[in-house]
């Protein structure tokens, strides 16, 4: 998917104005961010952190020049773990173009490319300015979130709670649809994306529970009843393979973090699962994407509230990753450019932990561009033709819609949703349960 300038329909792309106008606001809250802690670097570091503060946002003041001016994408230049495979990405990008296209530059590149590489530069930028170079810009704009949700996130504990206790007595039809009702809550929980917000606010303050009736003409995909199916059939088989693993791939922190660990506690409650793994980000990234930080930071907190249940569910959540029942992991893989059909030559080590699983869950938008080249497929193309060959195990990709690409609809129904909503695909408004996977 191209940024180019040229064409009209291009510059006015949801892809054109992240680039234009998105990234130069959140690289502008970046910097405003180092400014602000400039006394705690003095307290921290003395001198030292005060120079190291002044060079970090001279380094993003000149990110933000070149992306504005478009000028050529350079190589990375601070050595850390995948700083080659970065700048080898940047030589095939460059080995696509015309000689007479020099490099690649800003507005004349892949969008996913571009948006990741912004995303990497602004975390070199913190690297070469130690003893700052373990600040995380995002980190408040993270924290905020989940502070700002706090209502909703009691209400989904003690929601989560009363079901815990009576999960033993539900009968098969009651288990799915409260299973149903919990996927859905994290599916519009991805509605709390920092990075389409420009970094600005995007708290959930109502409880989302009353809303589902309300947001279900929403789906516009919805193969709930395939994971159901999936899922109970490994739990009639337990006595033959006493594991069934569901691997969360994560997106947000803050709230719809909250939405995946209820989720997770509950697939663990129900004995649809009886291990879960989860997997964040080993940078900060797009704004509000999950760190180890950001997680285990947030059940810490969830575990120190003064409500009731509240408190009970970190306990539990904090009990299940001291036995190993949930497990976090993470790995360079996912924040580099590269879709995921390259993931078994990339990083043949992640494939490999994933096929392990019986079923993988893919959070948000990211993911979802990932999972399908960021291509501008017909909306009728398969799922399974749009993945590429990326088949580690059954998947499904949760998201509410913030980007220009969707595959697996029904004849008509893009068509039809463009012309009542022009925004529809990047608008938030829409979600997909989108499963791949044996019938």
Not at 27 to 33: E, G
Not at 181 to 205: A, F, M, P, V, Y
Not at 367 to 372: I, Q, V, W
Not at 387 to 415: D, M, N, Y
């Amino acid at each position: 998917m191209l940024l180019s300038k040229v064409s009209d329909s291009l510059s006015r792309s949801f892809a054109y104005i992240t680039i234009k106008d998105r990234t130069p606001q959140i690289l502008t809250k970046a910097i405003d961010t180092l400014h602000r802690h400039k006394s705690e670097f003095f307290e921290k570091h003395g001198e030292r952190g005060v120079e190291a503060e002044k060079k970090a946002i001279s380094l993003l003041s000149k990110l933000r020049n070149e992306l504005q001016t478009d000028k050529p994408i350079v190589p990375l230049v601070e050595k850390f773990v995948d700083t080659d495979i970065w700048n080898q990405y940047l030589e095939y990008q460059q080995s696509l173009l015309n000689e007479s296209d020099g490099k690649p530059r800003w507005f004349y590149s892949p969008w996913l490319f571009v948006e990741c590489y912004m995303y990497r530069r602004l975390h070199e930028a913190i690297i070469q300015s130690p003893p700052i170079d373990d600040f995380d810009v995002f980190k408040e704009s993270k924290d905020q979130n989940f502070f700002e949700s706090q209502e909703s996130v009691i209400a989904l504990c003690t929601h989560l709670q009363a079901l815990a206790s009576a999960v033993e007595g539900l009968d098969e039809n009651q288990l799915k649809n409260e299973f149903f009702k919990l996927l859905q809550i994290s599916l519009w929980g991805n509605r709390c994306d920092l990075s389409l917000s420009g970094g600005e606010t995007s708290s959930q303050k109502t409880n989302i529970i009353n809303s589902l009736e309300d947001l279900k003409p929403f789906i516009l995909v919805n193969d709930l009843e395939r994971l159901w199916s999936l899922l109970t059939k490994c739990k009639k088989t337990r006595e033959k393979v006493p594991v069934t693993r569901v691997d969360i791939v994560l997106d947000n922190s803050g709230f719809e973090l909250v939405t995946d660990l209820v989720l997770a506690d509950f697939l663990l409650s129900s004995k649809l699962a009886t291990e879960i793994h989860f997997y964040g980000k080993m940078i900060p990234w797009f704004v509000s994407d999950t760190t180890v930080r950001d997680f285990n930071w947030l059940i810490e907190q969830v575990k120190r509230s003064d409500h009731k249940w509240m408190s009970k569910c970190g306990t539990d959540w904090e009990n299940y990753i001291k036995t190993g029942r949930w497990v976090y992991h993470d790995h360079i893989f996912w924040t580099l450019p590269h879709e995921f059909c390259a993931m078994s030559q990339v990083a043949p080590d992640l494939y490999a932990e994933l096929q392990k699983a019986h079923l993988i869950l893919f959070k948000g938008d990211l993911n979802y561009r990932k999972l399908t080249g960021d291509r501008k497929w017909e909306f009728t193309v398969p799922f399974h033709q749009a993945l590429s060959g990326f088949h580690p195990a059954p998947l499904c990709s949760i998201r509410t819609l913030k980007a220009e690409v969707q595959v697996g609809l029904q004849p008509g129904q893009g068509e039809r949703l463009a012309a009542s909503e022009p925004g529809w695909l990047t608008c938030g408004k829409y979600g997909i349960f989108q499963f791949d996977g044996p019938l």
